[in-house]
């Protein structure tokens, strides 16, 4: 009894089990729905703005500081006293060019000046005597050629008296004798000529020697009063009042303010930019080393308000790139810096220059350069933000999207350049500047009216 329980205990519920699914299947299932097929739209609406040629240059814009143009130490090039210093002459002012900053006690100089000027005169006057000495010789040397000549013709004349015996043998050597005699004080006469020739050489020689030792001594004279020898600024005063300085001795610094560089530094595509508008510039190619001569602008910000400088890159500074940021060092040369323009936002040039405005380029400034390339190249423009994140450009041709990957040459004032040819953007296009759902290649597009 209780093993046929059990039995039935494992086979009655997998029965009910399966009587149940076959109920539940019996019975069938509703119909789906019909399904709704949306309709597919013809177009899809978007807006776009045309694709706009631009002239032939781009404007490269980095960072830059404004650094002197040069920098110089003047030393004392005599010892003495420093008698006196200028005023002028302290760290933060500003001297003009041919300003005394120093004099050293100048009198030891004087005193040899003086000395020299007199050797120079006794120079001047020895050689003007052995000069009078010169003419007389040579008038006595006239003289005793004409003694000569006389004794030559009484000698002669006696010899042939002698033959026919109207004059004695006396008489005929006596003449010989006057004729010796004027030969030897002629002879004489030329040996001191040469003597005196020599002679003068000898003070010409010491003429010019003393003239370049009176030359030196005015020189030294004048170095006692140390000129400024251009406008600048004085960066570091180093000597007072009344020290004394031995030759070489470093009196003041001064940084030159007749022009001024800025230093910047340019990726090597900008670099290509700038080599590639050398054929539209001055044609020149240049050494290996050089940069094209290339307008630029340096614009600093103070405040609310910028101010611009001209100026003109100019060179590289070193011979390659920067090891750690890759990027090629190079100068803007700015041969004007108190030629300052107020500029607005827009870029035009304020008519007044505001009270507040830099009334020249300071060293250390930091500054923004925008240089100015002229390009052959045909170039084109669109909005920035209508180049999408992944770099592409959505252009509707003929009411069908077309998607484009260029390469941009430059992003400056809220527009993105490209070169025409390279990028595939014409100037009849109109690119698509809103959000499009999956955009794919060839959909149909058409214009927002509103």
Not at 107 to 114: F, G, K, S
Not at 259 to 265: D, I
Not at 380 to 394: F, K, L, M, N
């Amino acid at each position: 009894m209780s093993v046929g329980r059990s039995i039935l205990g494992w086979v009655i519920p997998p029965a009910i089990a399966a009587l149940a699914i076959g109920l539940f299947m019996s019975m069938g299932s509703p119909p789906p729905p019909d399904r709704r097929v949306a309709a597919v739209a013809a177009s899809v609406s978007v807006r776009s703005v045309a694709v706009e040629k631009v002239g032939g240059r781009i404007e490269i814009d980095s960072d830059g500081v404004v650094v002197p143009i040069r920098e110089f130490t003047l030393a004392a090039e005599v010892p003495g006293r420093v008698l006196r210093r200028s005023d002028a002459c302290q760290a933060g002012k500003f001297v003009k060019a041919g300003t005394v900053l120093f004099e050293i006690d100048p009198r030891d100089y004087e005193l040899d000046v003086a000395r020299l000027k007199g050797e120079f005169n006794q120079a001047v006057l020895n050689i003007e005597e052995i000069d009078e000495e010169l003419a007389q010789n040579l008038e006595s040397t006239g003289f005793s050629e004409r003694q000569v000549e006389l004794a030559r013709r009484d000698v002669k004349r006696l010899e042939g008296l002698k033959n026919d015996r109207f004059v004695t043998e006396s008489e005929h050597d006596r003449s010989l004798r006057d004729e010796l005699t004027a030969n030897n004080a002629m002879t004489t006469l030329q040996g001191q000529r040469r003597v005196f020739i020599k002679r003068r050489s000898r003070l010409v020689e010491s003429q010019g020697l003393a003239a370049t030792m009176l030359e030196r001594a005015e020189l030294d004279l004048s170095r006692t009063r140390v000129i400024a020898p251009a406008d600048g600024v004085v960066v570091d005063d180093k000597v007072e009042q009344d020290s004394f300085v031995t030759k070489g001795t470093p009196l003041v610094t001064l940084e030159d303010t007749s022009a001024a560089e800025v230093k910047m530094s340019l990726r090597m595509d900008e670099v290509a930019s700038i080599w590639g508008g050398r054929a539209v510039g001055s044609g020149t190619p240049g050494g290996a080393y050089d940069i094209p001569s290339t307008s630029a602008s340096v614009v600093y910000t103070l405040g609310s308000r910028s101010y611009r400088w001209e100026g003109l890159l100019s060179r590289q500074e070193g011979r390659g790139l920067d090891e750690k940021t890759r990027t090629l060092p190079c100068r803007v040369l700015v041969s004007d810096p108190m030629a300052v323009q107020a500029i607005d936002r827009y870029g035009d040039v304020l008519a007044n220059l505001p009270p507040e405005a830099p009334r020249s380029l300071l060293r250390g400034m930091f500054v923004k350069v925008r240089v100015h390339v002229d390009t052959p190249m045909d170039l084109v423009s669109i909005p920035e933000d209508a180049q999408r994140p992944s770099g592409e450009v959505w252009v509707m041709r003929k009411g069908t999207l077309v998607i484009l990957r260029p390469h941009a040459r430059q992003v400056s004032g809220g527009r993105t350049l490209f070169e025409s040819a390279e990028s595939g953007l014409l100037p009849d296009d109109r690119v698509v500047t809103s959000q499009i759902s999956n955009p794919r290649e060839g959909m149909a597009l058409a214009e927002d009216s509103r």
